[in-house]
């Protein structure tokens, strides 16, 4: 998921990431090229999401934030 115009993305990191090493070295590698092409990626997992979705969306918010985006209040 992500915001292209701001070049902000979110990555999941599921269960495959944690227990496969050639699936970690690929998300490792995909990671590095957004980051070279300029995107700010923030990582969540399942626990994240679930068991603080306020801290997912304040980096989220942060993330677009710092990109020049504005948020009504």
Do not use: C, N
């Not at 092409?37 to 068991?51: D, E, H, K, N, T």
């Amino acid at each position: 998921m992500g915001w292209r115009h701001w070049q902000v993305g979110v990555e999941y990191d599921g269960a495959q990431h944690y227990t496969d090493p050639a699936q970690r070295a690929k998300d490792i590698d995909r990671l590095a090229i957004l980051e070279s092409l300029g995107w700010q990626v923030i990582r969540v997992s399942a626990s994240l999401l679930y068991r603080r979705p306020q801290i997912v969306l304040g980096r989220i918010r942060s993330a677009l934030s710092d990109r020049g985006v504005r948020f009504d209040t």
